[in-house]
């Protein structure tokens, strides 16, 4: 006799009671008029800001898009090459980078995101990358900077135990942490959140592995990770703002 399913033995509801598009418009934060949350975090007083090259100025040799779409894979070796600083600005800009500011509440970026909420802070943990000590660094797509967060001892040992002993995490030059921040989507779309922040995390991870392909490197996007070590490594609360990704990167030639 075959065993029961999922849904046979405790009732499946995902994708119907929890977060289903069916949404009391009129119980929103925005239909009653309150102020959406700011689309960045703020910086912490006193950070000095890192400025990083802009389109204008990075040398970024071109890339087919259907060559960088059939070359796409995940990658789990890395080279010792470092990133270099244009490298990682066109990475940045492919997965987060601000297109246009449209108002207060919301910018378009280079990533769909479900009523242009962008729910998404990166946090980038940095082994290798040229000009940059290694360190836990956080990136301002307003601002194309990043700041740094803190040096943590052991940086590569945490990473590797936040991926729960995936090694390569901590071999790569960079390693991408994306946190979730519900209330700027939430401000929208109330309980249907938990399904567009799902859908979003996906479109930034795809940009990330096709921008690999234009600069010799290659990614693996992580979500088996521990979530109370990776939040407590990125310092933050685990409810508010908590982890929703990974994606080690490095080259690969």
């Known amino acids: 006799m075959s065993k029961p399913s999922i849904s046979q033995s405790t009732g499946r509801h995902f994708l119907t009671d929890r977060i289903r598009m069916e949404v009391d418009w009129r119980g929103t934060a925005q239909s009653r008029g309150?102020?959406?949350?700011?689309?960045?975090?703020?910086?912490?007083?006193?950070?000095?800001?890192i400025p990083l090259p802009d389109r204008e100025s990075w040398s970024i040799p071109p890339c087919d898009l259907e060559e960088a779409i059939a070359r796409?894979?995940?990658?789990?070796?890395?080279?010792?090459?470092?990133?270099?600083?244009?490298?990682?600005?066109?990475?940045?800009?492919?997965?987060?980078?601000?297109?246009?500011?449209?108002?207060?509440?919301?910018?378009?970026?280079?990533?769909?995101?479900?009523?242009?909420r962008h729910p998404f802070e990166t946090y980038?943990?940095?082994f290798r990358v040229e000009g940059l000590e290694p360190g836990l660094y956080r990136y301002l797509p307003l601002d194309h900077a990043?700041?740094?967060?803190?040096?943590?001892?052991?940086?590569?040992?945490?990473?590797v135990a936040a991926a729960r002993g995936q090694g390569f995490a901590g071999e790569a030059a960079v390693t991408f942490f994306w946190t979730a921040l519900p209330e700027r989507t939430e401000w929208r779309y109330a309980e249907a959140s938990y399904k567009v922040i799902a859908l979003d995390a996906g479109h930034?991870?795809?940009n990330l592995y096709l921008a690999c392909a234009a600069v010799g490197a290659g990614t693996c996007a992580i979500a088996a990770y521990d979530q109370e070590l990776a939040d407590d490594l990125l310092g933050v609360d685990g409810a508010e703002e908590f982890t929703i990704y990974l994606a080690p990167v490095g080259k690969i030639r």
């Open 34 to 49: 309150s102020a959406p949350p700011p689309v960045q975090k703020p910086v912490p007083g006193g950070a000095t800001l």
């Open 72 to 116: 796409r894979e995940s990658r789990r070796r890395f080279t010792a090459r470092p990133l270099s600083r244009d490298e990682l600005a066109f990475l940045f800009w492919s997965t987060q980078g601000v297109r246009a500011r449209l108002h207060d509440a919301a910018v378009l970026r280079t990533v769909p995101s479900a009523g242009c």
């Open 124 to 126: 980038l943990a940095i």
């Open 146 to 159: 990043l700041v740094l967060e803190k040096t943590p001892d052991l940086l590569s040992g945490r990473v």
């Open 204 to 206: 930034l991870c795809q």
